[in-house]
Nanobody, 120 residues
Framework: QVQLVESGGGLVQAGGSLRLSCAAS????????MGWYRQAPGKQRELVAG???????NYADSMKGRFTISRDNAKNTVYLQMNSLKPEDTAVYYC??????????????WGQGTQVTVSS
């Protein structure tokens, strides 16, 4: 079992930046990948980015160039640096953990989420 706790969400103006953190605990060794999903009002949950323990990354096309995922394996912590934020980035952001193999990503553990609100 893996427990994930997000932090760093809040209110920011359009064009601003925000950094999310996710601390993992429990049997984290069972997972070789962590990442972020988000769900905006009226929309389905979508992948933001993922990263493996080896540093392989995966981004949704709309996030490339603005968002950067990173991790500290020793601390079992993953980060999401969000720049040039837009109102459409407003969503609940969820930390996830799972596995990656042959460029296939599967996330099975989910955090409770943290709210990000971007004002216009």
């Amino acid at each position: 079992q893996v427990q994930l706790v997000e932090s760093g969400g809040g209110l920011v103006q359009a064009g601003g930046s925000l950094r999310l953190s996710c601390a993992a605990s429990g049997n984290i060794a069972s997972s070789n990948a962590m990442g972020w999903y988000r769900q905006a009002p009226g929309k389905q949950r979508e992948l933001v980015a993922g990263i493996t323990t080896g540093g392989k990354t995966n981004y949704a096309d709309s996030m490339k160039g603005r968002f950067t995922i990173s991790r500290d394996n020793a601390k079992n912590t993953v980060y999401l640096q969000m720049n040039s934020l837009k109102p459409e980035d407003t969503a609940v952001y969820y930390c996830v953990a799972g596995s990656e193999m042959n460029n296939g990503w599967t996330f099975r553990f989910w955090g409770q989420g943290t709210q990000v609100t971007v004002s216009s």
